[in-house]
């Protein structure tokens, strides 16, 4: 994509992920070394190589806190081409704005099951806040846990990659790590007649409307 998209798609990864925002420059550097030290003990994000769930987010939290602050200069073959605004990410860093996008979701939770009594909400949907405040983590230690532990092989990658079948519509298709880590440059994650990746649509028509270029590779 153009450096136009590449800054709406920084900002829009903002507002998506609000308080739990990650920097597209750091993220990518880490999913880089997830491809090349996959499932080893240099993987920054593997569950055969920490005690528990918690253990692995933390170990991941502390490798993306050294390169989001720069203070580790990863390898080029890492580094080289990765979206990069550190004016952006230091902004959206911040502690206040961490706890303003906070502050959004629990008035819409209060308008939704307090105020207008939304058909369908209850009291105890409170509960669910801390989740939606982390849902970046989240969803990353659904990714790399369930990815790498539960599921089928479509092939052999040398690692522990899976399929999670069942979760991955609800993953947005990044539940097919074992397709991925075997085809990483293939952009629809679905290999098998019954796989199908919910976000490949929305690539090709992002390419279709010129926002972004699909390449072939031979």
Do not use: C
Not at 26 to 47: C, E, G, K, V
Not at 170 to 181: A, C, K, P, S, T
Request: charged share 20%; no cysteine.
């Amino acid at each position: 994509m153009n450096k136009f998209w590449e800054k709406f798609f920084y900002v829009f990864t903002w507002v998506a992920q609000g308080s739990s925002y990650l920097s597209p420059r750091a993220y990518a550097i880490l999913h880089r070394m997830h491809h090349a030290y996959s499932d080893t003990p240099n993987d920054p994000h593997s569950p055969h190589h920490t005690e528990n769930l918690f253990t692995m987010m933390w170990k991941t939290k502390k490798i993306y806190n050294e390169h989001f602050t720069f203070k580790v200069k990863p390898e080029e073959r890492f580094s080289k081409d990765v979206p990069d605004w550190n004016r952006f990410d230091r902004f959206a860093d911040t502690m206040a704005i961490r706890i303003g996008w906070g502050l959004v979701y629990v008035l819409i939770y209060v308008l939704s099951i307090s105020v207008f009594e939304l058909a369908g909400t209850h009291w105890w949907m409170y509960f669910l806040l801390p989740i939606h405040f982390m849902m970046g983590p989240v969803h990353g230690a659904i990714v790399n846990w369930s990815g790498h532990k539960y599921g089928y092989a479509n092939f052999d990658n040398n690692d522990q990659s899976k399929n999670s079948l069942f979760l991955d519509f609800l993953m947005l298709g990044e539940l097919f790590q074992n397709n991925h880590h075997r085809l990483p440059k293939r952009v629809n994650f679905a290999v098998k007649w019954f796989e199908f990746d919910p976000t490949y649509p929305l690539i090709k028509l992002l390419h279709a409307s010129g926002i972004i270029k699909m390449k072939t590779i031979s």
